[in-house]
């Protein structure tokens, strides 16, 4: 599979990037071997890029997965902390659990955060500098879904890596539209940063445009890879025959690659509000007394699911 370089850096990744999101206890919550096993059939494939996050509880399959067969992906962990010291831990823990000395990416995780998040996370920010001149993180970003964070990452010269939301149909994109999303992504490139995109079948709702939705994103000059959560052998055979070029008219969408979807289990809501401060994309909304779940704001992102400590999310 071709391999791209992300911006400046000395990563290059192949065009589709594991997406370790989906697998994990805040969506599939697959057992920990089988995760570890669709791991393992990646990287045999060759696919050398994994995306992961403090707020995943991925790291132990990709642990295992790596000492299975000995290769090392290229790994990119973030997390939401925003002082320096918890920032820390996060780079800690990520480095214990999957037993490697050094992490090749790590982001600050801020999805619905606008600009300010440089401001708000500066001290988290300031760590991973740090981590990085101590030779324990080699490149430091954001992930978002905001246009205006992207657009002021393109300026920022600490920012190595950006991991924004894009596209065909715009889902989930805030403080812009699809185009000045994709603008702000040119804007990055031609600044020599490294770009991976998420979400580019928008959660699932683009599964019918499959082919259309990802030619889309990899024909933006310059995007390195997209990040495509995976959860069974057969949607990981699909990924990658697309990536190869390989796919024919005889290849069809299976069931597993259909949309997902999460719900409210009213009878356990106390009306807390956190899953709708959580929620990236304004998905969540009070109605008579409980949350609800818009279907058609929520990428299944599944970030509401661990803000709930009433466990009254669940993807069905
Ligand atoms: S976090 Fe859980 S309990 Fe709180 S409003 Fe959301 S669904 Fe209800
Ligand atoms: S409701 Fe919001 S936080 Fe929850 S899965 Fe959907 S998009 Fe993600």
């Given at each position: 599979?071709?391999k791209?370089?992300?911006?400046?850096?000395?990563?290059?990744v192949?065009?589709?990037?594991?997406?370790?999101l989906?697998f994990?206890p805040l969506?599939k919550?697959?057992?920990?071997?089988?995760?570890?096993?669709?791991?393992?059939?990646?990287?045999?494939?060759?696919?050398?890029?994994?995306?992961?996050?403090?707020?995943?509880?991925t790291?132990?399959?990709i642990?295992?997965?790596?000492?299975?067969t000995g290769?090392?992906?290229?790994?990119?962990?973030k997390?939401?902390?925003?002082?320096y010291?918890?920032?820390?831990?996060?780079?800690e823990?990520?480095?214990?659990?999957?037993?490697?000395?050094?992490?090749?990416?790590?982001?600050i995780?801020?999805?619905?955060?606008?600009?300010?998040?440089?401001t708000?996370?500066?001290?988290?920010l300031?760590c991973?500098?740090?981590c990085?001149?101590?030779g324990?993180?080699?490149?430091?970003?954001?992930?978002?879904?905001?246009?205006?964070?992207?657009?002021a990452?393109?300026?920022?010269?600490?920012?190595?890596?950006?991991?924004?939301?894009?596209?065909?149909?715009?889902?989930g994109?805030?403080?812009?539209?699809?185009d000045?999303?994709e603008?702000?992504?040119k804007?990055?490139?031609?600044?020599?940063?490294?770009?991976?995109?998420?979400?580019?079948l928008?959660?699932?709702?683009?599964?019918?445009?499959?082919?259309?939705?990802?030619?889309?994103v990899?024909?933006?000059?310059?995007?390195a890879?997209v990040?495509?959560?995976?959860?069974?052998?057969?949607?990981?055979?699909?990924?990658?025959?697309?990536?190869?070029?390989?796919l024919?008219?005889?290849?069809?969408?299976?069931?597993?690659?259909?949309?997902?979807r999460?719900i409210?289990?009213k009878?356990?809501?106390?009306?807390?509000?956190?899953?709708?401060e959580?929620?990236?994309?304004?998905?969540?909304?009070e109605?008579?007394?409980?949350?609800?779940?818009?279907?058609?704001r929520?990428?299944?992102?599944?970030y509401?699911?661990?803000?709930c400590?009433?466990?009254?999310?669940?993807?069905?």
């Amino acid at each position: 599979m071709r391999k791209n370089r992300l911006g400046k850096t000395d990563l290059y990744v192949t065009e589709l990037c594991f997406g370790a999101l989906p697998f994990g206890p805040l969506q599939k919550n697959i057992p920990v071997d089988e995760c570890t096993n669709l791991l393992i059939e990646a990287l045999k494939a060759g696919i050398n890029f994994i995306d992961t996050a403090q707020m995943y509880l991925t790291y132990e399959p990709i642990r295992r997965a790596m000492e299975a067969t000995g290769i090392r992906p290229v790994i990119a962990s973030k997390s939401v902390a925003g002082s320096y010291e918890d920032m820390q831990k996060a780079v800690e823990e990520a480095l214990t659990q999957l037993n490697i000395d050094t992490i090749d990416i790590f982001l600050i995780h801020a999805a619905r955060i606008d600009e300010s998040v440089f401001t708000r996370r500066a001290e988290a920010l300031r760590c991973l500098l740090d981590c990085k001149a101590r030779g324990i993180v080699r490149a430091v970003g954001v992930s978002t879904h905001s246009v205006r964070t992207v657009r002021a990452a393109a300026n920022n010269s600490d920012i190595d890596i950006v991991f924004p939301i894009l596209n065909l149909s715009g889902l989930g994109i805030l403080h812009g539209t699809r185009d000045e999303m994709e603008e702000a992504i040119k804007d990055c490139i031609a600044n020599g940063k490294g770009v991976y995109i998420m979400k580019a079948l928008g959660g699932g709702i683009l599964i019918d445009s499959y082919k259309q939705a990802l030619d889309y994103v990899r024909g933006i000059p310059g995007v390195a890879s997209v990040a495509m959560g995976m959860v069974t052998p057969r949607e990981l055979s699909y990924n990658i025959r697309y990536f190869n070029g390989e796919l024919d008219d005889t290849d069809v969408i299976h069931a597993d690659q259909a949309r997902k979807r999460f719900i409210v289990v009213k009878i356990l809501c106390t009306n807390c509000g956190r899953c709708r401060e959580t929620c990236p994309n304004e998905a969540i909304e009070e109605r008579d007394g409980v949350s609800v779940i818009n279907e058609v704001r929520c990428l299944t992102c599944g970030y509401c699911v661990s803000s709930c400590g009433e466990f009254a999310i669940r993807m069905v």
